[in-house]
């Protein structure tokens, strides 16, 4: 009987960790990446005027929320739009932020990215966002009320895909497991391809 019971401890264990590693794509989260924010001013002069005030905010944490946030993606109407919830707990964020760091920069004078820290407090995402730079800024959403009001559930993270006209495209549950499935999904939601 005893055996039994480790033998099942045992299988609790392994089933704990292959879920979790199916969370994050099958490896461990990536520590602080090499990404360059000087070299992601360089790559981004120039966007247009819209695009170009939300680098100028880079990696900045901004209050006011839902109303704030809101107004930002009425703002960005004519512009594809990316919106990834994320909080500085969350594995999955943590594995797929590398992703957002490398599209921010490749399409971001086409693709207005924006985040939204949800759930979380700010000491921690500002320390996060040190860790893992990225070239566009994310709104405070401690009691999560702007992701209800932009049809994000309570799961992290999540991608919110919007179309040029501002129509919500198509909402990602999950972490991306790789940089081409979130390559893949802003062609095929925001822009269109």
């Not at 033998?7 to 461990?28: D, K």
């Not at 693709?111 to 320390?127: H, I, R, Y």
Request: some cysteine; aromatic content about 10%; hydrophobic content about 40%.
């Amino acid at each position: 009987m005893r055996r039994l019971l480790i033998a099942l401890a045992g299988l609790g264990v392994a089933a704990a960790v292959a879920i979790g590693l199916a969370q994050t794509g099958g490896t461990s989260a990536p520590g602080p990446t090499r990404f360059d924010p000087a070299a992601a001013r360089r790559a981004l002069a120039g966007a247009p005027p819209e695009l170009a005030r939300l680098h100028a905010q880079a990696n900045r944490l901004l209050p006011g929320g839902t109303s704030a946030i809101q107004a930002r993606l009425r703002e960005l109407r004519g512009r594809p739009v990316v919106v990834n919830k994320w909080a500085s707990w969350c594995g999955p964020c943590r594995f797929e932020f590398p992703f957002f760091q490398s599209q921010g920069v490749k399409l971001g004078r086409r693709v207005a990215f924006v985040g939204l820290n949800s759930g979380d407090n700010a000491a921690a995402a500002t320390k996060f966002l040190r860790q893992f730079p990225v070239p566009y800024p994310s709104y405070e959403d401690r009691g999560e009320r702007a992701a209800r009001a932009l049809g994000a559930g309570s799961y992290y993270p999540i991608t919110i895909f919007y179309d040029p006209a501002g129509r919500r495209a198509y909402v990602h549950q999950g972490g991306y497991a790789t940089e081409a499935k979130l390559a893949q999904d802003i062609g095929r939601y925001a822009l269109g391809a």
